[in-house]
């Protein structure tokens, strides 16, 4: 049989400083090709399939060798429902990514579902802030914890909830307001306790951002359901 390979502190390192620059260029092709006018079918096709090994199969089997490995057939599989559920995230949004007519549709302001590079994001994020404690107790405790968040991320990427695209950001007040709260707490997160942290408090920043617009929408649609309920109904 043949041995599983292990992966060190500076392998795991590297490879989630690798990520984090896939995660930078994706960001920017797609806001190249807004620019530029060169939007395609063949580009979100291709894109996607970019994000699958990037964004799912990678950061999968990062935190697979670095935690999830020690709960066996479990962590295999809790590791797979990540790649997978990040295939169903990407192809749901080529589908919405279409109009009608087979075109490129406009990308609009909230996206459904947590999109796959910040859940990569996460993933990074767990297996870089994982501390190196001596203690056996310590470390089984994190495992837990990254096997949970991990299972997490997965389902929150097939969820409908709302999450902001920022495609349409503009220079203005809440933007400014927002990227200052960002920047000035992560900050303060970097000085005071570890800079590994830092990616994890973004996307926690992010999450709540999307929890925040489903319960503004949902709240939103109670309000209209209420005023349908409370209009009489036309008399005949």
Same mark, same amino acid.
């Given at each position: 049989?043949?041995?599983q390979p292990s992966l060190?502190?500076?392998?795991? @390192?590297?490879?989630?400083?690798?990520?984090?620059?896939?995660?930078?260029?994706?960001? #920017?092709?797609?806001?190249?090709?807004?620019?530029?006018?060169?939007?395609?079918?063949?580009?979100?096709?291709?894109?996607? /399939?970019? &994000? %699958?090994?990037s964004f799912g199969v990678?950061? $999968?089997?990062?935190?697979?060798?670095?935690?999830?490995?020690?709960?066996? &057939?479990? +962590?295999?599989?809790?590791?797979?429902?990540?790649?997978?559920?990040?295939?169903?995230?990407?192809?749901?949004?080529?589908?919405?990514?279409?109009?009608?007519?087979?075109?490129?549709?406009?990308? +609009?302001?909230?996206?459904?579902?947590?999109?796959?590079?910040?859940?990569?994001?996460?993933?990074?994020?767990?297996? %870089?802030?994982?501390?190196?404690?001596?203690?056996?107790? $310590?470390?089984?405790?994190?495992?837990?914890?990254?096997?949970?968040?991990?299972? #997490? /991320?997965?389902?929150m990427m097939v969820s409908?909830?709302?999450?902001?695209?920022?495609? &349409?950001?503009?220079?203005?007040?809440?933007?400014? #307001?927002?990227?200052?709260?960002? %920047? @000035?707490?992560?900050?303060?997160?970097?000085?005071?306790?570890? %800079?590994? /942290?830092?990616?994890?408090?973004?996307?926690?920043?992010?999450?709540?951002?999307?929890?925040?617009?489903?319960?503004?929408?949902?709240?939103?649609?109670?309000?209209?359901?209420?005023?349908?309920?409370?209009?009489?109904?036309?008399?005949?």
């Open positions: 049989m043949l041995s060190n502190a500076d392998s795991i @390192g590297r490879a989630a400083i690798l990520l984090l620059f896939a995660m930078l260029f994706d960001l #920017l092709d797609g806001r190249v090709a807004r620019m530029t006018k060169t939007q395609s079918n063949f580009g979100i096709e291709l894109d996607s /399939l970019a &994000d %699958v090994i990678a950061p $999968a089997l990062l935190v697979y060798q670095s935690s999830l490995k020690h709960f066996g &057939d479990v +962590g295999m599989l809790v590791a797979f429902l990540f790649v997978a559920c990040g295939v169903i995230r990407l192809a749901r949004f080529n589908v919405m990514a279409r109009s009608p007519k087979g075109d490129t549709a406009k990308p +609009g302001r909230t996206t459904v579902g947590l999109p796959i590079p910040p859940a990569a994001a996460g993933v990074i994020a767990i297996v %870089v802030a994982q501390p190196r404690m001596p203690l056996e107790g $310590a470390q089984d405790s994190y495992a837990r914890l990254s096997l949970v968040l991990t299972g #997490l /991320l997965s389902l409908t909830l709302p999450f902001r695209s920022f495609k &349409d950001l503009r220079l203005n007040t809440s933007t400014v #307001l927002l990227v200052s709260f960002a %920047v @000035g707490s992560s900050a303060f997160i970097w000085r005071h306790y570890s %800079v590994h /942290l830092v990616l994890v408090w973004l996307l926690s920043i992010y999450v709540a951002i999307g929890m925040l617009e489903a319960i503004r929408v949902l709240a939103r649609r109670s309000r209209k359901s209420l005023v349908g309920q409370s209009v009489p109904p036309a008399e005949q």
